[in-house]
Protein backbone atom coordinates (compact mmCIF):
# COMPACT_ATOMS: atom_id res chain seq x y z
CA UNK A 1 0.00 0.00 0.00
CA UNK A 2 0.60 3.72 -0.76
CA UNK A 3 -0.32 6.68 0.94
CA UNK A 4 0.11 10.27 -0.88
CA UNK A 5 -0.66 13.38 1.11
CA UNK A 6 -0.95 16.77 -1.37
CA UNK A 7 0.38 20.37 -0.15
CA UNK A 8 0.86 23.62 -1.54
CA UNK A 9 -2.34 24.70 -3.57
CA UNK A 10 -3.92 27.91 -2.47
CA UNK A 11 -4.87 31.20 -4.54
CA UNK A 12 -2.38 33.20 -6.79
CA UNK A 13 -2.26 35.98 -9.56
CA UNK A 14 -1.94 35.30 -13.16
CA UNK A 15 1.69 35.28 -13.67
CA UNK A 16 2.62 33.92 -10.03
CA UNK A 17 4.00 30.60 -8.80
CA UNK A 18 3.55 27.96 -6.47
CA UNK A 19 5.12 24.70 -5.59
CA UNK A 20 3.35 21.82 -4.95
CA UNK A 21 4.54 19.14 -3.10
CA UNK A 22 3.17 15.17 -2.76
CA UNK A 23 4.54 13.45 -0.04
CA UNK A 24 4.68 9.16 -0.50
CA UNK A 25 4.78 6.79 2.02
CA UNK A 26 3.63 2.90 2.61
CA UNK A 27 5.59 0.99 -0.14
CA UNK A 28 7.59 3.86 -1.57
CA UNK A 29 10.59 1.39 -2.92
CA UNK A 30 7.53 -0.10 -4.91
CA UNK A 31 6.76 3.23 -6.64
CA UNK A 32 8.41 3.91 -10.62
CA UNK A 33 6.42 6.49 -11.24
CA UNK A 34 4.60 9.41 -10.16
CA UNK A 35 2.39 12.19 -11.31
CA UNK A 36 0.44 15.48 -11.30
CA UNK A 37 -3.10 15.58 -13.06
CA UNK A 38 -5.61 18.18 -12.56
CA UNK A 39 -9.55 18.38 -12.54
CA UNK A 40 -11.66 21.59 -13.20
CA UNK A 41 -14.89 21.68 -12.40
CA UNK A 42 -16.96 20.15 -14.77
CA UNK A 43 -13.72 18.65 -16.86
CA UNK A 44 -11.86 14.99 -16.92
CA UNK A 45 -8.93 14.56 -14.72
CA UNK A 46 -5.88 15.25 -17.12
CA UNK A 47 -2.41 14.50 -16.72
CA UNK A 48 -0.05 17.35 -16.32
CA UNK A 49 3.08 15.60 -15.80
CA UNK A 50 4.95 12.65 -15.13
CA UNK A 51 8.18 11.21 -13.63
CA UNK A 52 9.57 7.94 -14.30
CA UNK A 53 12.07 6.20 -12.60
CA UNK A 54 14.92 4.23 -14.34
CA UNK A 55 18.73 3.55 -13.91
CA UNK A 56 20.44 7.25 -14.01
CA UNK A 57 18.43 9.57 -15.00
CA UNK A 58 14.76 9.89 -14.78
CA UNK A 59 12.54 10.61 -17.52
CA UNK A 60 9.61 13.50 -17.44
CA UNK A 61 6.39 14.08 -19.54
CA UNK A 62 4.42 17.19 -19.55
CA UNK A 63 1.12 17.88 -21.21
CA UNK A 64 1.51 20.50 -24.14
CA UNK A 65 -0.58 23.25 -21.88
CA UNK A 66 2.07 23.65 -19.57
CA UNK A 67 5.58 22.81 -21.23
CA UNK A 68 7.66 25.58 -20.60
CA UNK A 69 6.18 26.70 -17.34
CA UNK A 70 5.81 23.95 -15.03
CA UNK A 71 8.56 21.33 -13.67
CA UNK A 72 8.11 17.93 -12.50
CA UNK A 73 10.79 17.04 -9.98
CA UNK A 74 11.37 14.05 -7.47
CA UNK A 75 13.33 13.83 -4.14
CA UNK A 76 13.62 9.86 -3.57
CA UNK A 77 15.32 10.15 -0.75
CA UNK A 78 11.89 12.54 1.20
CA UNK A 79 9.90 10.00 -0.71
CA UNK A 80 8.31 13.30 -2.64
CA UNK A 81 7.61 14.33 -5.80
CA UNK A 82 7.32 18.23 -6.56
CA UNK A 83 5.54 20.13 -9.17
CA UNK A 84 6.60 24.06 -9.61
CA UNK A 85 4.67 25.84 -11.72
CA UNK A 86 5.31 29.29 -13.05
CA UNK A 87 3.72 32.04 -15.04
CA UNK A 88 0.28 30.75 -13.80
CA UNK A 89 -2.55 31.48 -15.98
CA UNK A 90 -6.60 31.26 -14.85
CA UNK A 91 -7.11 28.26 -17.18
CA UNK A 92 -4.28 26.39 -14.47
CA UNK A 93 -7.23 26.67 -12.02
CA UNK A 94 -7.93 23.10 -10.88
CA UNK A 95 -7.83 20.66 -8.17
CA UNK A 96 -4.18 18.91 -8.78
CA UNK A 97 -4.33 15.71 -8.07
CA UNK A 98 -0.52 13.29 -7.08
CA UNK A 99 -0.74 9.82 -8.86
CA UNK A 100 1.84 6.88 -8.05
CA UNK A 101 2.29 3.49 -10.03
CA UNK A 102 4.22 0.51 -8.70
CA UNK A 103 5.78 -1.77 -10.61
CA UNK A 104 2.91 -4.13 -10.65
CA UNK A 105 0.94 -0.98 -12.06
CA UNK A 106 -1.05 -0.72 -8.35
CA UNK A 107 -2.29 3.11 -8.63
CA UNK A 108 -2.75 4.97 -6.10
CA UNK A 109 -3.99 8.88 -5.72
CA UNK A 110 -3.62 11.28 -3.02
CA UNK A 111 -6.93 13.68 -1.57
CA UNK A 112 -6.24 16.43 -4.60
CA UNK A 113 -5.10 20.29 -3.48
CA UNK A 114 -6.96 23.31 -4.99
CA UNK A 115 -5.04 25.33 -6.94
CA UNK A 116 -6.82 28.84 -8.03
CA UNK A 117 -5.26 31.70 -10.69
CA UNK A 118 -7.23 34.73 -10.03
CA UNK A 119 -7.01 38.71 -9.56
Known amino acids: QVQLVESGGGLVQPGGSLRLSCAASGSTTSINIMGWYRQAPGNQRDLVAV??????????TYADSVKGRFTISRDNAKNTVYLQMNSLKPEDTAVYYC??????????WGQGTQVTVSS
Open 51 to 60: IISGKGRATT
Open 99 to 108: KAVTVRFNEY
